[in-house]
């Protein structure tokens, strides 16, 4: 039952689809016919299938709503990316969360935002009452562009659109050129949002094993060659969730095998001010022709004024111009004059460096907390809020996430990352919500625990 | 060419999917076969398709983007939906726009949104930088619904989700209820974004004609019994672009209809702050069982700060918020805090009084002068800001629309939100953007070039 549930609610099985026979379901999952008549009885009084006599059992027209949820496979709530999205934006305030993906709100630059708000606050009316333009604000995009090319990328501002989100602008790229059933490639760990995304899109994921250069070029090519995906995902400057960073080899032969596959490459650099040096970009490698760049203000500006942006070519940035009209109307025209306000202001450059000394003291501290618990970093990365570390004696890591929730600290255990689940031993922690002792001593007894079920 | 073109951008040509036979696709056409076999060499030497001797002639395996242009069929530009918006918000502040569907933003609560925004500059560091609960702000979700409750309709602050947009509202609903190639109903006429966010879903879209009191019930019947549509998308408070109100009978009577054709019912109920009177509302009568109701803050308050919402049942507001932060991450927490701060300040209540009385006043001033060139409301609305009108002599409103155009005045022609194309001697007006005297005489004399084209 549950079988043919999940699959009508992730819309492998239509409306009006024809349900497998009796005794061809029974022999897949090894069960007697009388188990599957029994479920499939039980499913016709649901209204959930019929029975058109002689002919089968086909699934109710009348459709039941998608549900993200059912669309994978049903994941452990302790690695299901849904449910640690919620549950780290559900917390509160003061909860404990190593486990999120950003910046608690007192490391951003607050002074900046309300002095930006006082500042709207006086501005004309259209800024604060009137819609964006399609694209969005201009001095923004001009802006944008320009630091763009301090990261070697060009392109102008026509180039760039703007967003509510760095989320909406992989959304809508991918409504561009995604059909339900496309393979895309995704990074082995990556960011467990992408997945969730790419399930609403009902794509179908593969992922490549990621190195602390990029990804794997061998498996790469392998799995391009295999499942010809139609685009890649993946992270350049700070890799999300190990840290890692894109060298300028392992970036030109993306590239290269880009070229080869046909592959286009969805660069998403939401991360980009946390660097001390900039990586290299495929974006900047590739001039914007393959390669789709994206960024967002929320990790290092605010992430209650929503504001991101796609970099595309400008034939692409047409289309996902209607797109945006068509999904939500205008952009959020007072979100970005604030973030213009708040990045045009000297004191965001300062807020920058000070964030950077920060996060590079609390990954050397955080870090050598964790070694004590014998819990060691994947790698020392060179910037940003996360380190992927690996735990003691193989432990599992849902075991000491489930543990650590009891006593109200939301961690992110590695196979949510891993669309392989190759990950269960790993934990990404984020520095900037680590700080608090009580996390390490909930830490030592999660590990106990979870020691106590091996 | 241009018909494959269009049919792969669109989408009924998948990549991979063989062309029709050069014989065939002359016959159908009524070209010669060498006309069809020069078209296919020269999308061959573009790329967009290939051959394989044989075989026949495939479409690339590289799929073209996405383009809601092409999805449906092109378009006179004058009666475009995406270029009618994109013109509208393209157009400088002070540009003359009867056609668009906002107030000005001199029209809106400016001064109790600079209030708000240094109401906010002072709040604590969560409502400047983090993200926003799953659900959204609660403080507003509870006004949410008890505003809802002076309008009948009943829902808990838990039935109700923020969103980015009222627009974004509706996608995410088509998102969770709508497969690709799914019927959905629209009114004719009807808000011309529905159609354009219909495209980006690829759902077949019916209409059924509008009257005075709401749809037509005998034919909303046979569009149900032929069609079997999954949704239906409607105002029912003030009707875009008609300003027709519904009545209780037609209320009863389409759900009656809903019940027995398992119909799922979108209310918009985006203008409800501009009515004198409440309007009976489908959400209110049904108990948000069939009908979801959705709603934002765009027209009355800022189209700048952007935040809209779903009311619907609990199971569905479920599956709606994983969708959100799959395909946004959060909703934007400053954009909630601003609502609320107007909202709950008595300065709101004051300013809608007032800009009712406006409306009203502007409505009949531009009535007046729109009958003295012969222009003809198709109804006396009882509230907002639109008049529906019929052009004199059987003019063509495209024609009349581009003639205006040449003059900078962006007007709103009938097409435009007609599925059936029912409506090309109509325009729709905005009567707070039609005060100014120098659309009366761009208008007459648009009048005299289209009916020089007669």
């Known amino acids: 039952m549950a079988t043919i549930r999940q699959r009508i609610a992730g819309r492998s099985l239509t409306p009006g689809a024809k349900l497998p026979s009796v005794r061809g379901l029974a022999a897949t999952l090894k069960v007697s016919t009388s188990t599957v008549v029994d479920a499939y009885e039980r499913l ?18 009348e459709t039941t709503p998608l549900s993200l949820i059912d669309v994978g496979q049903r994941l452990d709530r302790a690695i299901d990316p849904f449910w640690i999205s919620r549950q780290s934006l559900d917390a509160a305030h003061d909860d404990l969360k190593p486990g999120c993906g950003w910046l608690p709100s007192s490391w951003l630059p607050v002074d900046g935002l309300r002095k930006a708000l006082r500042t709207i606050a006086r501005a004309g009316e259209p800024a604060l009452a009137d819609y964006g333009s399609p694209l969005g604000l201009p001095l923004l995009r001009q802006l944008i562009a320009r630091r763009m090319a301090d990261r070697g990328i060009e392109a102008t501002p026509d180039q760039v659109m703007l967003t509510e989100s760095g989320t909406q602008a992989i959304d809508l ?17 990556c960011y467990f949002n992408f997945q969730a995304l790419l399930r609403a899109h009902r794509a179908r994921m593969v992922s490549v094993p990621f190195t602390p250069t990029g990804p794997d070029i061998e498996l790469l090519r392998k799995a391009l060659a295999e499942h010809r995906p139609r685009l890649y995902i993946t992270n350049s400057g700070i890799h999300n969730p190990t840290g890692a960073t894109l060298s300028p080899v392992v970036a030109h032969r993306v590239l290269k095998l880009a070229d080869e596959f046909g592959l286009t490459i969805i660069e998403d650099d939401i991360f980009a001010d946390f660097e001390q040096s900039p990586a290299p970009r495929l974006g900047a490698f590739d001039g914007l022709d393959r390669v789709i760049h ?13 504001c991101g942006f796609i970099a595309a070519r400008s034939d692409w940035i047409e289309g996902l111009t209607d797109l945006k ?9 007072l979100a970005a004059e604030l973030v213009f306000a708040v990045l045009s202001d000297g004191g965001y450059r ?14 050397r501290d955080v870090g050598a907390k964790l070694k004590v618990l014998g819990i060691e970093p994947w790698l020392e990365p060179q910037a940003g809020l996360f380190l992927w570390c690996r735990l003691p004696g193989g432990l ?59």
């Open 173 to 189: 790229i991918c409504r561009m050129l995604l059909e339900p059933g496309d393979t895309v490639l995704v990074d082995d760990p």
């Open 44 to 61: 016709v009084a649901e209204g959930a299938i019929h029975s058109r006599p002689g002919s089968g059992f086909y699934v109710a027209s």
């Open 350 to 363: 300062k807020h920058l460096e000070a964030l950077r000394l920060r996060l590079s003291a609390a990954r």
């Open 396 to 454: 599992d890591a849902a075991d000491v996430a489930r543990a650590a929730l009891a006593r109200n600290v939301v961690l992110a255990p590695g196979n949510a990352f891993s669309l392989a689940q190759s990950a269960s031993s790993f934990l990404r922690f984020n520095v900037s919500q680590t700080t608090d002792e009580r996390v390490f001593d909930v830490l030592q007894e999660a590990l106990k625990d979870a020691k106590g079920q091996n």
């Open 294 to 306: 994206i960024g967002s203000f929320s990790k290092t500006l605010s992430a209650s004024v929503r």
């Open 325 to 333: 009209i068509a999904t939500s109307f205008g952009g959020g025209r």
